[in-house]
Every structure is written in structure tokens, then in C-alpha cells.
């Protein structure tokens, strides 16, 4: 079954602080694995994409890595701010011919000042 | 900037009403995708379309449907409102069909509470 499974379902932090978040996936064929950032009552933004070769990803204070030989990925934030408070969603492409997304259901992140 | 928005952030209705949500993104994507959103059980796609005047079901398509009469506008049509469609929706819209490194980009999502 595709299925992407993603930890902590939530997670408080202090502000200058680092966190990681996992993500874990059963998808197959696997094409590509994003991490979107939902903040509260908007629509989810594209952080950073990965594909079967890549293994790391950077965006600003945002890293991601993927392991593809485990099917595991993590979102590493360094110096946390009260901005990045928001749910952070991994989200697997199957790839052709279906293109279909398989979304988790997302970690949610409190920063705290 | 992409930008993709729809018509009502909250929107409250009656069981058996009939409730249009109006989705627009002006940066003339082909892709256009109707998702609701639960917690616990992320994002689901219900509708999406790839032309205009185009459709196909997503996973959870049972009391929905949509219409696209013109490239920037993608629709989603409740016929008959149920307590079990209160959820967030939300519109995304992607470049190109062919691939699957398409980002899809969100509109801000509708609150709909049925009572």
C-alpha cells in the first residue's frame, strides 16, 4: 500500500533552537519527494524537491535529506524562528504514468519565543 | 508569483444546499486539482483536470463534481451538501501535464462547515 508516514504528528521547540522532522514512505514507483509548509490557515508552499539521485537539499535554513535505498527522508531546521511555526507536509510522486501524489499527514511545529 | 485563489475562506451552508467553490490562478497552468483536507487525514484529492472542459476523478470524488469552462477557472460542486463534507479545501494548479516534478501551488483553502 503507498503510504507516507511522517513523525512527530507534532513538536514544540524554542526559538534558536534545531529540530528534525522524519518522513517515511512505502511509495512505489517512486519519482520525487517534496516538503511543502502549510502555515495556519493558508495553502501548503513547496519548501524543496528530491529525486531517486539526490540525497540532500538545501533552502535557506531548511535542509532536507532523502534515503532511497530505506525509503526515508528528514527536514532539518536550523535556528529556529517563530515563522516557521506551521505544519511541514511530506508529500511522494509515483511518477508515470500516474503522476499521483501521495501526501502525509503532517508534522506540526510550534516555535516558541 | 503564481497565484491561486478562491472565493470564500469560510463558508457556512445547509445539509442538502447546494455549494459552489470557485477557484482561479492566473498564471495559465493546464493542471487545475480540487483537494480536501482533515486532520489525521491529510491531503486527499478528490477532482482534478488537465484542459479545459476536462476532468477525472481523484480518490474521494462521491458527492462532488466539478466544471472547467475556461483554463483559469476550476469549480467544485457539492449538489447536496452533507455533515460529512465540512472540511478545508483546497485548489492547486500546476504547469505541464507531463511530470511528475510539477509543483502544485495552493490557494489559501475554503473552510466549509455544513450544519
Known amino acids: 500500500k503507498n503510504q507516507v508516514e511522517q513523525s512527530p504528528q507534532s513538536l514544540i521547540i524554542l526559538e534558536g533552537k534545531n529540530c528534525t522532522l522524519q518522513c517515511n514512505y512505502t511509495v512505489s514507483p517512486f519519482s520525487n519527494l517534496r516538503w511543502y509548509k502549510q502555515d495556519t490557515g493558508r495553502g501548503p508552499v513547496s519548501l524543496t524537491i528530491?529525486?531517486?539521485?539526490?540525497n540532500t537539499k538545501s533552502n535557506g535554513r531548511y535542509t532536507a535529506t532523502l534515503d532511497a535505498d530505506t525509503k526515508q527522508s528528514s527536514l532539518h531546521i536550523t535556528a529556529s524562528q517563530l515563522s516557521d511555526s506551521a505544519s511541514y507536509i511530506c508529500v511522494v510522486s509515483k511518477g508515470a504514468p500516474s503522476d499521483k501524489l501521495i501526501f502525509g499527514t503532517g508534522t506540526r511545529l510550534q516555535v516558541f519565543p | 508569483d503564481v497565484k491561486v485563489t478562491q472565493s470564500s475562506r469560510y463558508l457556512v451552508k445547509r445539509t442538502g444546499e447546494k455549494v459552489f467553490l470557485e477557484c482561479v490562478q492566473d498564471?495559465?497552468?493546464?493542471?487545475m486539482f480540487w483537494y480536501r483536507q482533515d486532520p489525521g487525514l491529510g491531503l486527499r484529492l478528490i477532482y482534478f483536470s488537465y484542459d479545459v472542459k476536462m476532468k477525472e476523478k481523484g480518490d474521494i470524488p462521491e458527492g462532488y463534481s466539478v466544471s472547467r469552462e475556461k483554463k483559469e477557472r476550476f469549480s467544485l460542486i457539492l449538489e447536496s451538501a452533507s455533515t460529512n463534507q465540512t472540511s478545508m479545501y483546497l485548489c492547486a494548479s500546476s504547469r505541464h501535464r507531463v511530470s511528475s516534478y510539477n509543483e502544485q501551488f495552493f490557494g489559501p483553502g475554503t473552510r466549509l462547515t455544513v450544519l
Open positions: 528530491m529525486t531517486f539521485s539526490e
Open positions: 498564471m495559465d497552468h493546464e493542471n
